[in-house]
T-cell receptor, first 114, second 118 residues
Framework: AQSVTQLGSHVSVSEGALVLLRCNYSSSVPPYLFWYVQYPNQGLQLLLKYTTGATLVKGINGFEAEFKKSETSFHLTKPSAHMSDAAEYFCAVMRGDSWGKLQFGAGTQVVVTP | GAVVSQHPSWVICKSGTSVKIECRSLDFQATTMFWYRQFPKQSLMLMATSNEGSKATYEQGVEKDKFLINHASLTLSTLTVTSAHPEDSSFYIC??????????????FGSGTRLTVV
């Protein structure tokens, strides 16, 4: 079965600083990987996804993530944090060989300080 | 883009009553929808997979008689919390995938329903 580990339940960054959210996964088959963002009392919005092809994936709002098979990682980055980036971020994995359910990580709360 | 409408966005009900939550795909057909539950400051836990025209598939530990799922059309799935109790208070979120697209496109999530049982 697949699983997702997000390192750090809370991350505090200064406005303009680099945002780095870590995600490691385990899967017996090539996975599809996703990052979602959730604002308070709202559903999830897709930031970006990796399925096949280029391992560096660019998403919305200036975020990008790199799939590293050797490290089983899919870390999310943004070069310069904005106040509007304060939210909960979830990494998720879907098995590549099924219509599959999403397995979510525990989430990382991002706080942006002025 | 794909839009999933979830209704109501919040509901307060008395203990022992039932509550129905709707999840509707507005501009695409979804043979499969998923229902998640999220406790405060926690991740999403999959409750069940809703399949159009057939019975839902429940995750281990989820009471199928308590959480009734009906997926009667390609655009609508409903979750009914029967005989609700305070411990059922939570944030419920649905998601749907456009049947015409490959699975790698990901899923569109509804905006969630905050259920409070008093």
């Amino acid at each position: 079965a697949q699983s997702v580990t997000q390192l750090g339940s809370h991350v505090s960054v200064s406005e303009g600083a680099l945002v780095l959210l870590r995600c490691n996964y385990s899967s017996s088959v090539p996975p599809y990987l996703f990052w979602y963002v959730q604002y308070p009392n709202q559903g999830l919005q897709l930031l970006l996804k990796y399925t096949t092809g280029a391992t560096l994936v660019k998403g919305i709002n200036g975020f990008e993530a790199e799939f590293k098979k050797s490290e089983t990682s899919f870390h999310l980055t943004k070069p310069s944090a904005h106040m509007s980036d304060a939210a909960e971020y979830f990494c998720a994995v879907m098995r590549g060989d099924s219509w599959g359910k999403l397995q979510f990580g525990a989430g990382t709360q991002v706080v942006v300080t002025p | 883009g794909a839009v999933v409408s979830q209704h109501p966005s919040w509901v307060i009900c008395k203990s022992g009553t039932s509550v129905k939550i709707e999840c509707r795909s507005l501009d695409f057909q979804a043979t499969t929808m998923f229902w998640y539950r999220q406790f405060p400051k926690q991740s999403l836990m999959l409750m069940a997979t809703s399949n159009e025209g057939s019975k839902a598939t429940y995750e281990q530990g989820v009471e199928k008689d308590k959480f009734l799922i009906n997926h009667a059309s390609l655009t609508l799935s409903t979750l009914t919390v029967t005989s609700a109790h305070p411990e059922d208070s939570s944030f419920y979120i649905c998601s749907a995938r456009d049947s015409a697209l490959d699975r790698g496109r990901g899923y569109t999530f509804g905006s969630g329903t905050r259920l409070t049982v008093v």
